[in-house]
Every structure is written in structure tokens, then in C-alpha cells.
């Protein structure tokens, strides 16, 4: 899924086989939201190639991959949270219709 | 330009009493109010709509010693969910998702239309067909139909491999991914294409389809194999497999017009074909906001309240006058007079009192289910999705 294409300073570009925008954009959003972050970036080169070129550059303190992997655990948990808290949302939306 | 916009709606400054959700929110964050306007809401301007952008960047207001970044802890205090509309007949549901990004909304809606699995009709093996209508299009209108039935309770077919292109492989298909149902019609009227008594005349409708626990009934030309039959599974006993709805009409048969068919339903995502996407659609808006950037009063308020008479039945008036002074209704306005209030925006006269404004973290979600599982359930699927997804992604990424 993920081979390194390129090194520079702190800037690496991954390649993500078999993703699109859902996770490409996702990704990109957890990631510029993070201080160690200075870039972050998707491109699909070819529409037709389920492909994304994620480029992530680091203010240094962190490795872009650690970045990058920090970023996905960081989504992760941000799905865990949304769907414990729907849970309960609608639990409790069940008990107010009942009522 | 979106600068100007903001900070002259907000030093014009409306009174304590009428401060809107956010003038409250500038009061907590650090930034200076026009770039906590820009930041966080959506100025709809009467011919265009500015300060469009998401700024999702940590560093976006650095200069201003503002930390944009946001972590995990940071994104649970700020989400927030709220039901607004569960409609079981409709297999619709509306709700509220407040605080995460454009992109994480997104996500789920992509996921949603193309990536959670169902079962639908993939293979039509026909024994007779009659009718007018030619075998493939017969089959791809039969592959439309939501057959109801839990996909959790089946395997998908391999993905495809590189010796076999783009096809996927013949799995040995048996009661663990296919489910069968067979379809037999036939026309007994006299009225060789008139009439229509009853269903029986002609009409083949999806109640037609019968369900074959039991498994296909020509294996030999199938190649389909079931070792044990799918009613002795508990899960099925409860709920045995159907169409979702009884009444789509199939074909039209004339008399002495004759369909017998066998049909064999596979798991798979909307990715690879409409017809197994699990919602009829699933979508999201903004949440608008109207404000009053003045104090409205006295007759000036009556003629605000004048400005949305003949609304449509139901449809609040986005303002009330309480004590003679108007202000904004309780919630977001109805979807009905959002133009309205857009159009009043412009207005010579009205410009510097009204605004309309949308939310930039506030999504409105919709989720049509195709009626194959209620909607809370496909939801809660594809965070599953997404959050495998990220940890498939983590997981590699630790290893290497």
C-alpha cells in the first residue's frame, strides 16, 4: 500500500495503492491541522488508476512517516468517537420518540 | 473582500441582547472578529457568496499567534451529533454533525453511495424468456431491485487478480456468497395485450421473485452449490431474504408470454456498479444562520415580518417581534425562505440589517437508505469503514 517514491530534507511523498479521495483528503485534513506539519498534499495522477500521491512535508521534529502515521490513528479515532457518540445520539433520539 | 464584509457587520455591532451564536464565539477564541467570521462562517451575499474557504491549515493565523492545529482530544470536545429526523417508511434520516472538517464529511458520504457493501442480482440464467423485453436488459433491471437481505451474513467475491484483468474470479459459489431466487411468470390472458385484472395479467412485479434457501435448482448449468440450506440459519429465519419492495414492476407480459429465470445475488460496493449502493443518496448542506446586524424595532420590525408573508403552508417566518423588536427565530430557517432572506440581503434598504450565513462546520446529513438496512445502520458501517481504512493504513505504515 505505502512505498516511499522520493526523500528530501523532510519531505516525502507516499504512495497509497488502492485509495482514493475519501482517504486522500482525510488524510490531508488531519495532517495540515497538526504543528509539525509545514505541507501536506494529494494528487491522483490518473483518474482511471486507483492511486494517491500523498506528499507530507515536517518542520523536523517528526519524521513525515511518523507524521503519517500519527495522522491515521489520529483518523482513527476521530471515526471511534463519532460513531460512540452517534450511538448514543440516536439511543437516546430512540427514547425521546417513545415517549 | 471577505475582510471588509465581516468587521463591518460586526463594529456596526448589534446589541448584547441580539448577539448571534457567533458574536458568542468570538468572545472564547483569540482571533480579532473578521478573521473569526471568515474563519468559521460562509457569508451569502445576494448575487455571490464569500469567505467560501476552509481554512484548515495549523498555521493559517500563526502571524496572529492563533493555534489553528487540532488534535484528537481537541476534535471529541468540539463534535457534537444531534438526530433530527429519523423516517422509518422513507428508510430516511437527517441529522446534525458539527465540528469536523469538509473532508471527514465527505468521507462518509463517498463511502456511503460506493463502499458499503449489500447483495444484489449479478448472474440472471434464463430457462424462458417470451417477453419483449431482451434477456439483458431483463437481467440489468433485475440487478436494480434492493433485495433485502443482511450482507454481513455473506463473504464478497475475491477482488480481481492480475492474471485475470479486470474480471473478477469464479469463486466456488455456494450458500456463503450467493443467495438464489427464481422467477417464473407467465400471461394467461384472454385479452392478448389489453386488460390488465389483478396482478396475475400480465404484470411480473419483484414480488415474483421467490427466494431458494435451498439453492440453485439447475446446478449443473450454474455451477452454484449449496452444502447447506440458508433457512437453517437463525439469522435468515428471523428475516428470509425478499425484494425491499413487493410492487416494482418488472416486465409486462402479453398473453401466452412466458419469463422463467433463476437469478444469483452477490455481495459487492457501489464502486463497482449503482446497483449495490446502499442508499438511494446521501447528502449534506451547511447549516444557514440568519442574523440582524442592527436592532430592528418599532415599525421597522413589522416590516420585516411583512417581508415573508405567503410563505409556504408550514413555513416559519425566519424572524419574530418580541417586546417590538425582531430577531431571529430559534434554530436555522427553513429551506423554503433561504432565497428569500438571501434576496433581502441585497436589498438597498435591508443590506445592513440582514445577513444570511452558513456554518462552515455544521453539516446538515441526509441518508436515503435503498430500504436494504435502516440508515443509522449503513452510517455507523461506513465509520467502520473509514476507521479501518486509517488503521490499515497505520498498520502498514508501523510496520515498515
Known sequence: MVTSAEEADN????????????????????????????????????????????????????????????????LAKMCDSTKKLFRSRFEEFGNTMQE | MGKRKGSKGEKDGAPPSAMSQLDRDFAVSGLPDYLEAQRTRVFCGSESNTSAKYFGSAHTYSTKGFDNSQTWKEFERGLDIRIR???????????????????????LRRILISEVPTMAIEHVFFLNNTSTIPDEILAHRLGLIPIAADPTLFKSRSPPSQESGNEHQEDDRDQRNTIVLR????CSGRNPGGKHE???????????????????????????????????????????????????LIAKLSSGQEIELEAHCTKGTGAEHAKWSPVATAWYR????????????GEK???????????????????????????????????????????????????????LRKIK?????TVESSGVLPPQDLLCTAIDILASKAGGLAAKLAEA
Not at chain 1, 15 to 25: F, K, N, P, V
Open chain 2, 183 to 186: 422467477l417464473q411468470a407467465r
Open chain 2, 286 to 297: 451547511l447549516c444557514p444562520e440568519v442574523v440582524l446586524l442592527r436592532e430592528v424595532k
Open chain 2, 198 to 248: 389483478g396482478n396475475e395479467y400480465g404484470k411480473v412485479k419483484s414480488k415474483d421473485l421467490k427466494w431458494l434457501p435451498g439453492g440453485s435448482e439447475i446446478p449443473e448449468e450454474t455451477g452454484v452449490r449449496f452444502t447447506v440450506s440458508q433457512d437453517t440459519l437463525e439469522e435468515f429465519e428471523r428475516a428470509p431474504v425478499r425484494p425491499v419492495h413487493d410492487d416494482i
Open chain 1, 11 to 74: 519531505t516525502v511523498t507516499f504512495l497509497l495503492q488502492d485509495e482514493d479521495h475519501t482517504m486522500g483528503a482525510s488524510l490531508v485534513d488531519v495532517l495540515n491541522r497538526s504543528s509539525n506539519v509545514v505541507f501536506a498534499g494529494y494528487t491522483i495522477p490518473h483518474p482511471s488508476e486507483r492511486k494517491v500521491q500523498l506528499c507530507v512535508q515536517t518542520n523536523g521534529e517528526v519524521s513525515p512517516k511518523d507524521a503519517v502515521l500519527a495522522a491515521a490513528e489520529t
Open chain 2, 301 to 355: 420590525a413589522e416590516e420585516l415580518l411583512a417581508k415573508f408573508e405567503g410563505l409556504p403552508k408550514g413555513v416559519e417566518c425566519p424572524f419574530e417581534v418580541v417586546g417590538g423588536v425582531a430577531r431571529p427565530r430559534e434554530g436555522p430557517p427553513d429551506l423554503m425562505c433561504l432565497e428569500r432572506i438571501r434576496a433581502l440581503s441585497g436589498e438597498e434598504e435591508w443590506k445592513d440589517y440582514v445577513q
Open chain 2, 361 to 365: 462546520d455544521h453539516f446538515i446529513f
Open chain 2, 85 to 107: 429526523r429519523v423516517d422509518e417508511a422513507d428508510n430516511t434520516m437527517e441529522f446534525d454533525l458539527v465540528g469536523v472538517s469538509p473532508s471527514f464529511a465527505n468521507a
